[in-house]
């Protein structure tokens, strides 16, 4: 694991979340929006810090990536949704504190 953060688009969503089977989270954004922007730093070192322990932390662009948002009902931004062999387990909404996203990282590690 290199500990960045993947762009995940309609193209990899598939092979980088759902058949790796890895726990994983996603961050769903927009590039006008201002919660967005104060939670990215925050998912950019979540992404360093759990890379040890296999976990995969990417960011979707809304508006880049109109698949998977929508298969995800996505309505507002930041979304961030969990993944656990490659199962959605659990979804936040707005930006979060980095005790929270870590507790539930540790959760599904």
Request: glycine share 10%; aromatic share 8%; charged share 25%.
């Amino acid at each position: 694991m290199s500990g960045t953060t993947l762009d995940i688009n309609d193209t990899n969503f598939q092979s980088e979340i759902i058949e790796s089977g890895a726990p994983a989270l996603l961050d769903f954004y927009a590039t006008w929006c201002g919660p967005c922007k104060t939670l990215a730093p925050i998912v950019d070192q979540l992404a360093h810090e759990y890379a040890e322990k296999g976990v995969k932390v990417g960011k979707v662009d809304i508006e880049a990536a109109p698949e998977i948002a929508a298969k995800f009902g996505i309505t507002g931004v930041p979304t961030l949704i969990f993944f656990k062999g490659g199962e959605k387990v659990d979804q936040m909404v707005g930006a979060q504190p980095k005790s929270i996203l870590e507790k539930k990282l540790d959760e599904i590690t």
